[in-house]
């Protein structure tokens, strides 16, 4: 198996290959099934819009979830490459973003979410395949963070929440903001803090894919939301 073979099965499945790398100590990947080591640990999610045509195609008149349909998605493709999935889902949580950028160009934003120098804040991961073989891999792409020469930082002052001020994301009041003021805007198109970045604008999710996010993200929070 190597990982041209790997990252096409991925494709094929609609999601987007986003990066590997082989473990070390400190990045806390999980064994195998049989508790052996894991030595490659290749990353798998979205970016454009070809993963929401095929889970919109999976899910015509059927209820199911992104997660649920990543979770099969991905443990067939498991089955079928000889890996072991893992999920950003699951519990204990696993962590992604610093396997992400241990695995590509990607740098932490002001709002906490990952920003990649192409697909801006429009891309997402969805699981992890990780393999008992050091598969052989390119070079980590490394490249600067857009952030880094962005002085105006607009998505700081576009949220109509003020959820956001550069060191950390105030969910409840992002929550509150959505069950108490549903506005088009935010609910329609997504998140305007997201938009008000300009990097990625080509990758930006379409209305469909941004009403399914902010509703799921409004239904999942109701909890925080006090009074």
Known sequence: MNLDEIEQSLQNAGL??????HPAA????????ND??????????????????????ARAGRSMTLDQWSE??????????GAHAVFPFQRPY???????????????????LLIHPDYGLWHGYRGALLFADAIILPPAER?????????????????PAAAFDGRSYDVPACARHLVARPEPTCMDIGCLARHACPVGRDYRYAPAQARFHMHAFRENHRGDVQG
């Open 16 to 21: 987007t290959p986003r990066g590997a790398f």
């Open 26 to 33: 400190g990045d806390a990947v999980p064994p195998l099934e």
């Open 36 to 57: 052996a080591p894991a030595r490659t640990l290749v990353l798998a999610g979205n970016a454009g819009p070809q993963m929401w045509r095929v889970f919109e195609a």
């Open 72 to 81: 099969r998605v991905l443990r067939a493709l498991a089955a079928h490459l």
């Open 94 to 112: 696993l962590p992604f973003q610093r396997w992400a950028m241990r695995a590509e160009a990607c740098h932490a934003s002001p709002l906490g």
């Open 143 to 159: 490249r600067a963070s857009p952030c880094a020469s962005c002085p105006e930082r607009p998505c700081l002052s576009a949220c």
